[in-house]
């Protein structure tokens, strides 16, 4: 979709700006949109071939895959046999394989058990410092755990929490505040 105004900018790591491309943004998608008639293991390694200059050298296949602890039987099972919290496991790979600078979450952790949940959330701890991750979430300690900034939508509208509020005592009366009021957004 086109935007209809404004502009995105990433910048270099000598702080100068350049345009940010549709190739430099990942999405993983709630509900994830993978090929039922393939394997994981076959999944993987095409897009491994894809994105061939990304892959450190002698990384495998099978160490994507113990990074998100698919098990090995599970590797090679169709796709559409996976459970959704498995699904939303390849996605994240596919994240780590192709390794786009800014990263798009919607509800990130929501279809796995709290084990899973562990983890991925663990992998987004690391891989933090070399991406922008900005993600959906109606888990607040989520937010608190991962995010530099919070910004609060409500009413279509957007409102950014003071992030010296994060660590106040007051922190979820000043959201619940926010939320309610109307003439908070600015």
């Not at 590797?75 to 600078?101: D, E, T």
């Not at 899973?116 to 607040?140: G, W």
Request: aromatic content about 8%; proline content about 6%.
């Amino acid at each position: 979709m086109p935007a209809d105004g404004g502009r995105a900018l990433l910048f270099d790591g000598d702080g100068a700006p350049r345009p940010l491309t549709q190739d430099q943004v990942g999405y993983v998608y709630s509900t994830p949109i993978l090929p039922d008639f393939l394997t994981g293991y076959e999944f993987i390694r095409f897009f491994m071939d894809l994105h061939e200059g990304n892959v450190p050298v002698g990384k495998t296949i099978d160490d994507y895959f113990d990074m998100v602890k698919i098990d090995v039987h599970d590797r090679h099972k169709l796709i559409k046999g996976y459970s959704h919290g498995m699904k939303n496991k390849v996605q994240m790979l596919m994240l780590l394989i192709a390794r786009p600078p800014v990263i798009l979450l919607d509800e990130p952790l929501t279809s796995f058990d709290v084990v899973v949940a562990l983890e991925i959330k663990q992998l987004l701890r690391e891989i933090r410092p070399d991406h922008i991750l900005i993600f959906s979430t109606h888990i607040l300690q989520l937010a608190t755990d991962l995010c530099d900034e919070i910004v609060v939508l409500s009413d279509g509208r957007l409102s950014r929490l003071d992030h010296s509020l994060l660590d106040s005592p007051d922190f979820e009366a000043r959201l619940i505040e926010l939320l309610k009021d109307e003439n908070a957004h600015d």
